[in-house]
């Protein structure tokens, strides 16, 4: 299954000072970066990447389970400190299927109310 995961850094989460800027990236963004190539290239990140000016991401994950999307996100030196959302998705064949079973319900409405 795939899911549509946004990451952004919280309020809290921001350095404030010269050196913990540098130890942030040094600790944080390049291995959260190295890790999602990585993640990449063994194809659990199938799309997405790091948001244009701003510290997030927006990513396409595969995953089996909840259990291992949670894994993999909580693998990010990253995680813990930005905010998560998670948005299962569904596939176009999936959604098509059952965008026809609601049509031939509302077609079988109307014939029985005409």
Not at 45 to 71: C, F, K, Q, Y
């Amino acid at each position: 299954m795939q899911y549509l995961v946004h990451m952004r850094l919280t309020t809290s989460g921001r350095p404030v000072t010269p050196a913990d800027g540098a130890a942030f990236i040094e600790q944080v963004i390049l291995p959260t970066l190295e890790l999602c190539t990585k993640l990449q290239d063994e194809k659990k990140i199938v799309a997405g990447g790091p948001l244009s000016g701003a510290i997030a991401l927006a990513l396409i994950v595969n995953a089996d389970s909840a259990r291992e999307l949670d894994d993999l996100i909580s693998s990010l030196p990253v995680w813990p400190r930005m905010e998560t959302d998670v948005t299962p998705l569904t596939t176009f064949e999936g959604r098509a299927l059952m965008v026809r079973q609601r049509l031939e319900q509302l077609r079988k409405q109307a014939q029985e109310s005409a």
